[in-house]
């Protein structure tokens, strides 16, 4: 088959997405402190690696094709891609690998600055196995949510056009348990040292994160009229919810912040990812401006529930994802004159059919995180230990520092003697203590 425009923009599309990973490896790295930063970026760039390798073996397997139960596709049916080869399906496969990966991607940012590197290579691909890819199944795949589905069937198909379900509510509930399985950082809320040591790295990062997202919304446009739509949507609901956050910051503190503006366009990045060809340009942007409210609102959720989910992972991919799936049940577009939202006279139905999915989404995520993170945890251990998360888990995991002045690697110690005082030679006493 000939190479047409609909197939080289969606392998433009998977390049974006795939820039999407090294960009959240930014945005990450930049929020978290200087002696964790490299650590934070590797967590992004080994998912690139260990997703890759599980979809061509079997990841791509199962979230299509014959289906188990409902629950998963054959794991087997097309291992190792082989059957793919010369056919235009393998486009398709190399579009849905990068989606897989950005999803385990997300989660990292709970766990920042505590967790052994071993433990994530180690979670990486159990949780893309056990999570991602059954419930890709169930969504996009022919399975229990789908419109064949069981549960899909009974209460209507849900909409999750580019993965608010599949990879954010699913990224988000899995990053809250993990921050409970690993704990609080030291000094959580009262070091101010764990504030972001790098803003331009976040901008840097949010701004690859947007580009990439025309890729992950607008990929599977049917139609140039879809795609129109769907590019102006991605366009106009982050805008919005930019706004959206860092008005709530002018209200609620004083002023407005860089690292609010990055947040509040991946809010709304997050909150239209379900439903970008599906809401009117309007509707996107009341759904930007919620979103961006309630996404910096809920920042402070931790803080009161005490569970320390390091770079708000929750507070914007689970809150975002949950807020633009449950929108969908009133704000969406009829289809063909009929259905759609509440709010344009559809009935209750997609609303019913939103809440099911998120309930799902919801509860796969939860259980099986809690028992790939318990069972890692309980047995390799999942967190370093307190000297090293002082020292700083750049240093401890990498033996790497994202810094180097006048040759002195920046790390565990904020100081120019940094290298001498891991062996307290020729340092001032003030500097050991």
């Known amino acids: ?23 959240l490896a930014f945005f990450y790295g930049g929020m978290t402190r ?17 997703v890759g390798i599980v979809w061509v073996l079997w990841g791509y ?14 794991p087997f049916a097309s291992f190792g891609l082989t059957g793919l080869i010369g056919t235009e399906d393998m486009i398709g496969a190399g579009y849905g690998a990068t989606f897989a990966i950005i999803t385990v991607a997300l989660i990292s940012g709970a766990i920042a600055d505590r967790a052994k590197f071993g433990a994530w290579t180690l979670f990486v691909p159990i949780w893309v196995t056990l999570v991602y890819c059954p419930l890709a199944f169930m969504v996009w795949g022919g399975g229990l949510l789908s419109a064949d589905g069981a549960v899909g069937s009974a209460v209507g198909e849900a909409i999750d056009f580019a993965g608010g379900t599949v ?18 950082r030291q000094g959580f809320g009262k070091d101010p040292a764990q504030r972001p040591h790098n803003i331009p790295l976040v901008m840097l990062g949010a701004a690859l994160l947007w580009f990439g997202w025309f890729g992950f919304n607008g990929g599977a446009a049917g139609t140039a009229e879809e795609a129109g739509l769907i590019w102006v949507n991605t366009m106009a609901a982050p805008a919005a919810a930019m706004v959206g956050w860092i008005l709530t910051e002018r209200f609620r503190d004083g002023r407005p912040t860089s690292l609010g503006a990055a947040s509040g366009i991946v809010a709304g990045l997050v909150a239209i990812t379900p439903a970008c060809a ?45 807020t633009g799936t449950l929108a969908l049940g009133f704000i969406a577009l009829p289809v063909d004159g009929a259905g759609g ?85 020729n340092v001032p006493e003030a500097v050991n203590s």
């Open 34 to 50: 200087a002696k964790a930063a490299l650590n934070m970026m590797m967590m992004s760039f080994v998912a690139v690696g260990l």
């Open 341 to 425: 939202g509440l709010f344009y006279g559809g009935g209750a139905g997609q609303l019913l059919a939103q809440t099911v999915a998120a309930v799902v989404a919801i509860a796969l995520s939860a259980i099986m995180t809690a028992i790939i993170g318990l069972g890692i945890h309980k047995t390799i251990g999942f967190r370093i230990t307190p000297d090293d998360e002082v020292s700083g888990v750049d240093l401890s995991e990498h033996a790497e520092t994202a810094y180097e002045f006048g040759g002195l690697g920046v790390g565990g110690s904020f100081h120019p003697f940094a290298e001498q005082a891991k062996t307290k030679k």
């Open 61 to 74: 397997s199962m979230t299509g094709g014959e289906g188990v139960a409902q629950l998963f596709g054959n």
């Open 1 to 23: 088959m000939d190479l047409t425009a609909g197939h080289v923009w969606v392998m433009i599309s998977a390049a974006m997405v795939l820039l999407m990973t090294p960009g």
């Open 167 to 184: 990879v954010h509510i699913s990224a988000g509930v899995a990053a809250l348990v993990l921050a409970l399985i690993l704990g609080k």
């Open 278 to 322: 599906n809401v009117s340009p309007v509707g996107a942007v009341c759904l930007g401006l919620v979103s961006g409210v309630v996404c910096a609102l809920a920042v402070g959720i931790k803080y009161r529930l005490g569970f320390d989910d390091s770079l708000d992972v929750v507070a914007v991919h689970l809150v975002a994802g949950i």
